[in-house]
DNA sequence: GCTGTTGCTAAGCGCGTGCTCAGGGCCCCG
DNA sequence: CGGGGCCCTGAGCACGCGCTTAGCAACAGC
């Protein structure tokens, strides 16, 4: 990991015109390989772009079926409303990440090694697939009722791997943290605003900022040095 | 601070229907005091909440003039048009949190100190101004641009305060980073998501946030102690 | 050649949106 | 009582939205 590299902070128009980089519409279309008909995989890609850019309630039907290169009456055949087309993507997006969550805090090592490969991993995934994690993470009340209930579990599923893993090095005499719940959450906090602030071409590759993010994580749990303070 | 306080997560709907506790709406309201006639601040309040629980675009200006307790029309005489409600909720809110951080950060003791209190005071506030936070936070890209580049101007003295901070400690060497200009967008993104994820009655006070949050930011600087790393 | 199925489009319906405008009640000053 | 300024309302306009429907081209099976 480098450091202190110099750059620009970058924080540009989420919503602007600039392209997306090729790099990006790649690892995007890649994360959909299992959407089935090959006309429904490409509206969901453009759902995800659009509603990214701009937010579910500001995206138009019209945008999305234009950006798949087809007319609006031909989303209605795939999917039965706007919304369904939110809930497949958050479904997917929380799926991928939570399973790369686990994978990672599944691993071998003692917790430390997994808590830092579980935030890595996570905090990667949301700079590698940040259009798709800016949903994911910010569109979740444009759900209905029942798909914001399902979607909830799946998220309450991610804290508690995390906090786990923070509890088992808590008794593993490893970790010592004021509260196991909050610091959980706050890693999560962490590795969520990547998607909000990441900008493909930025001063860090997705993997340094996972292994950067992996390093804040042990510092929250490893009992701090002797301070300064008076 | 209490340690390993036992409850409930509770990640409950963002945009439900449930009643906006007293407390919330006296704090909400004594923030805006500056806005000068008496229905122009009611309709800003009556915005912020609207805004707040359902987002800029799913929220109608008949919703706001409602809430407000006046006609559709009536929000026509005190604002050109539904974004510069938004525009004056994000520049007040932006310029009463960057002015806490910069009040805590020039006060007295250390760097140690001053960080903690800087953290501490802008996490409280993303809690006791949850609703305010949460426009502040995640509406911005609903501004016009020349709006945004004004925000993202204001956006950017709050990175730097926190930054010049983490400088200011390394060069002291009582802080030992790995990139100042990272350690303090983690810190800034712990802060701000607890727009996100807050509800007044949860199992922490503002306060008692605010304070964890300081000890988090803490951990991030201070070197960490070996660890059972093998 | 005929029919059924699949995948799409052109056209458009009904509705709710942001916003406008003519006018009316109310208060202060004379 | 008259006149003017300040807030506000009722009614509604033009538009773009989510979504529907009728129909067409392509193709497989027989």
């Known amino acids: 990991m480098a450091a202190q590299a110099s750059g620009r902070t970058g924080e540009t128009r989420p919503g602007g015109e600039e392209p997306v980089a090729a790099e990006d519409r790649h690892a995007g279309c890649d994360s959909w390989r299992s959407v089935a ?26 945008d999305i079926a234009g950006r798949a290169g087809m007319s609006p009456a031909a ?18 997006g929380h799926e991928r990440s939570l399973s790369l969550l686990r994978d990672a805090a599944a691993g071998r090592g003692g917790p430390s090694d997994r808590l830092a490969a579980a935030v890595g991993a996570f905090g ?7 259009t798709t994690a800016r949903v994911v993470q910010y569109e979740l009340s444009a759900l209905s009722p029942d798909h914001y209930a399902e979607i909830v579990a799946l998220r309450r599923r991610t804290e508690a791997v995390v906090r786990d893993l923070v509890e088992e090095g808590v008794r593993a005499g490893e970790f010592e943290v004021l509260d196991a719940r909050a610091t959980a959450l706050a890693m999560l906090s962490l590795c969520l605003d990547v998607a909000r602030w990441y900008r493909p071409g930025g001063r860090r590759t997705p993997e340094e900022i996972g292994d950067f993010y992996a390093d804040l994580a042990l510092r929250m749990v490893l009992a701090p040095r002797a301070t300064g303070r008076h």
């Open 75 to 92: 989303l209605y055949i795939h999917y039965k409303t706007k919304e369904e087309l939110l809930h497949r993507i958050s479904q997917v």
């Open 37 to 62: 008909p090959d006309a429904a995989r490409r509206l969901l890609i453009a759902a995800v772009e659009a509603f990214a850019e701009r937010g579910f309630h500001a995206t138009t039907t019209r």
């Open 124 to 130: 990667r995934w949301h700079a590698e697939q940040h």
